[in-house]
């Protein structure tokens, strides 16, 4: 079992910068895929950026210059920096973290961090 610790959601005014992280903890066995996805009021659950463990990475056209997710494997950890941030990226932001055992894929979720932009 592996939780995932969310922090660094709050209020911020338009133009202003947050930094959010993830950390997991538990039964880590391999971690792949790490992300942060949101959800805005009344609309569908939309990845923001995703980093594998590769390296590669794959941000939301729209967060794409303004955003940048990095990971630190030794301590199982995902970090989302938002800079120039929005009223339109107002939403609740959830980790994932996709981890492997015995050939077979676990998908995890945290909690949600609330991100408000708002002068």
């Known amino acids: 079992q592996v939780q995932l610790v969310e922090s660094g959601g709050g209020l911020v005014q338009p133009g202003g910068s947050l930094r959010l992280s993830c950390a997991a903890s538990?039964?880590?066995?391999?971690?792949?895929?790490m992300g942060w996805y949101r959800q805005a009021p009344g609309k569908e659950r939309e990845l923001a950026a995703l980093?594998?463990?590769?390296?590669?990475?794959n941000y939301e056209d729209s967060v794409k210059g303004r955003f940048t997710i990095s990971r630190d494997n030794a301590k199982s950890t995902v970090y989302l920096q938002m800079n120039s941030l929005k009223p339109e990226d107002t939403a609740v932001y959830y980790c994932n973290v996709v981890a492997y055992e015995s050939g077979t894929r676990y998908d995890y979720w945290g909690q949600g961090t609330k991100v408000t932009v708002s002068s």
């Open positions: 980093i594998y463990s590769s390296g590669y990475i």
């Open positions: 538990g039964s880590i066995f391999s971690i792949g895929a």
